[in-house]
């Protein structure tokens, strides 16, 4: 059994976004120049995304996103590994589910 929902329209929205950087070839052990993580809307409250890669170093090591900040943040990872280096992200804070996680991406270490 189920109750129907009371007439009225529902508006739906659609996922929010993470604009990742276009990584670099990196050199061993030297920090990229700063690398732009981009939002396609401020949160509500706050966002966080977390970049991470075996043999990756970030600086800082998460974006937090704010309702009354940038659509943009900074950031620049260094290689401690060479080869190709998966990078994954981890999206938390207060609105999350807002956001579509990205697509894990790939940086070459030399």
Do not use: C, H, R, W
């Not at 706050?46 to 991470?52: F, H």
């Not at 937090?64 to 994954?88: D, E, P, R």
């Amino acid at each position: 059994e189920y109750t129907p929902l009371a007439s009225g329209s529902i508006t739906i929205q659609a996922a929010k976004t993470f604009t990742t950087p276009t990584y670099p070839t990196l050199t061993n052990g030297v920090a990229s120049s700063s690398l732009d993580m981009v939002v396609s809307a401020a949160p509500s409250t706050s966002v966080t995304i977390t970049p991470s890669g075996t043999g990756l170093t970030f600086n800082p090591t998460s974006l937090t996103f704010t309702n009354a900040g940038a659509t943009t943040l900074t950031f620049t990872v260094t290689g401690t590994t060479t080869g190709a280096q998966t990078i994954a992200y981890a999206v938390s804070d207060t609105d999350q589910y807002e956001y579509t996680p990205p697509a894990d991406d790939t940086v070459t270490v030399v």
